[in-house]
């Protein structure tokens, strides 16, 4: 059965009085809007009702109770929706919000840009950060403020000087558990977020591999082996590195890159045994980090909410660095040598897509 939805006018969206007989709403910085006249006061004050948590039909009563005419009522919803001032939300997206005001305060600044009925979705997924880096710490935090139920960060390093970084560890954190700082960090951004370890008999919806050389880490083969869906997000040198996401048994994974690598450079094995065994030091500036972490958020988001809206690096990783951070995408297609079951004919329609515009492009 499908959801009554409950419309929202986003709180931020401004409410302005051009005069003392109409109200606009929207229309601010050249974007569209909708003008009501004659409205007075109570027009402006019937709007703040439209917080997402009443059903339209319950909407409609109050102002009917208020005094407003039935097809006043029908052209101002028509006009907000025409505009894409609302948004609408389910009774299971409030469900799923964290109780007590700073948490209602917090999910209603992130509801509005979630599609209805995947915020829910959002709030029952697990995640599980392996790498408390200067873009994992960031990058755990973004997914928790942005409404991931569970996230949890693996690491057993302790903190050095050079690791502290906007969103992430700090500096008093030096010489502290990784995992601790990372805890903590989360914590900032999202207070009421599950920061627990996952049961052993329990899959995460997706692996993050924060650690610089990620793609080469024996971690992979497992979760290639148990089905989990993982997505590569680190900075090497001083690039960012978001990609491949892999979908075990549909797109290509993380060997058909390393059997590219191969045919590109026939040394690369011995470099990627060296790479996986090194302590590499913590690398990136503080804008790259953040920019990785912000672009691996968004793909992370788009593969845990599903819809329509589908993440731009199945297949394909994208690379981004100073001096403009303009994302590259990289197209890493399965290898014909890899026996990981990637379809063929998936990649096929991916890459119709691409030339849509609808998968990114190069």
């Known amino acids: 059965m499908t959801e009554t939805p409950h419309p929202l006018l986003p709180a931020t969206t401004p409410v302005t009085r051009p005069d003392e007989h109409t109200v606009q709403v929207g229309g601010a910085d050249g974007r569209d809007g909708v003008r009501v006249w004659p409205a007075g006061p109570e027009v402006a004050r019937l709007l703040t009702g439209i917080d997402g948590r009443r059903t339209e039909r319950a909407l409609r009563g109050d102002w009917s109770a208020a005094g407003l005419d039935d097809d006043v009522v029908e052209d101002l919803l028509a006009g907000l929706r025409g505009a894409g001032l609302l948004r609408e939300v389910t009774a ?30 959002r709030r029952q997924s697990s ?35 050079g690791e502290p970084v906007v969103g992430g560890v700090a500096a008093h954190d030096e010489g502290r558990p990784r995992v ?86 026939p040394s690369w094995p011995a470099t990627a045994a060296q790479l996986a065994t090194a302590r590499p030091a913590p690398a990136g500036s503080t804008l790259t980090c953040l920019a990785t972490a912000v672009t691996a958020a968004v793909q992370a988001l788009a593969h845990l909410d599903g819809g329509d809206c589908a993440p731009g690096v199945l297949d394909a990783a994208l690379e981004l660095g100073p001096p403009t951070f303009q994302p590259r995408l990289r197209r890493w ?24 515009g609808q998968w990114g492009g190069e």
């Open 92 to 121: 299971g997206d409030l469900l799923a919000t964290d109780p007590g005001p700073a948490a209602a305060a917090r999910a209603g600044l992130e509801l509005p840009t979630v599609a209805a009925g995947r915020w829910r979705t």
């Open 127 to 161: 995640v599980v950060v392996e790498g408390a880096t200067r873009v994992g710490t960031p990058l755990a935090g973004l997914l928790a403020a942005s409404g991931v139920g569970r996230v949890s960060v693996r690491d057993r390093g302790l903190t050095t000087a």
């Open 333 to 356: 297609p399965p290898h014909p040598g890899c026996g990981c079951g990637a379809r063929q004919e998936g990649v096929a329609e991916r890459e119709v897509a691409a030339e849509r």
């Open 180 to 265: 601790l700082a990372a805890a903590d960090a989360i914590r900032r951004a999202s207070p009421l977020t599950d920061l627990r370890p996952l049961p052993a008999t329990q899959r995460p919806d997706l692996v993050l591999l924060c650690r610089p050389w990620a793609a080469v880490d024996p971690l992979t083969a497992a979760l290639q082996r148990d089905g989990v869906p993982h997505l590569v997000a680190t900075v090497r040198g001083d690039t960012g590195v978001v990609g491949p996401l892999v979908l075990p048994g549909v797109t290509s994974c993380l060997r058909c890159a390393d059997g590219w690598r191969r045919e590109d450079d």
